[in-house]
């Protein structure tokens, strides 16, 4: 089955706007990687300042790759200051997953 990642931002309240642009800016950089499934940039609601970086990939692999490749140069940030204080990245395996029934 496939993996999922987590980055976990700390975002200072003034920085959250510009993290929410340069992830808007940045669309199709992952989308085109192989092994590459989901994305989900995920704003907190109350009590964290924590933004969650969700993507699934079909392997530990795949993700390695992007990574070592396409990852380094969207990450380059064009000389800005980072728009998060600290941050932890999450790894799990998905075991189980389902999706809404069809229609009846």
């Known amino acids: 089955m496939s993996i999922v990642k987590i980055n976990a931002l700390t975002v200072p309240e003034e920085m ?23 994305f989900e940039l995920l704003r907190p609601v109350e009590g964290t300042d924590k933004y969650l970086v969700y993507t699934r990939w079909r392997s530990e692999e795949d993700f390695q790759n992007w990574m070592s490749g396409p990852m380094q140069a969207a990450h380059q940030g064009g000389g800005q200051r980072p728009a998060a204080a600290d941050s932890s990245v999450w790894s799990f395996e998905v075991i189980q997953q389902t999706g809404p029934k069809p229609a009846a």
């Open 16 to 38: 959250r706007e510009q993290l929410e642009k340069r992830f808007a800016a940045r669309a199709g950089i992952v989308e085109s990687s192989d092994g590459f499934e989901w």
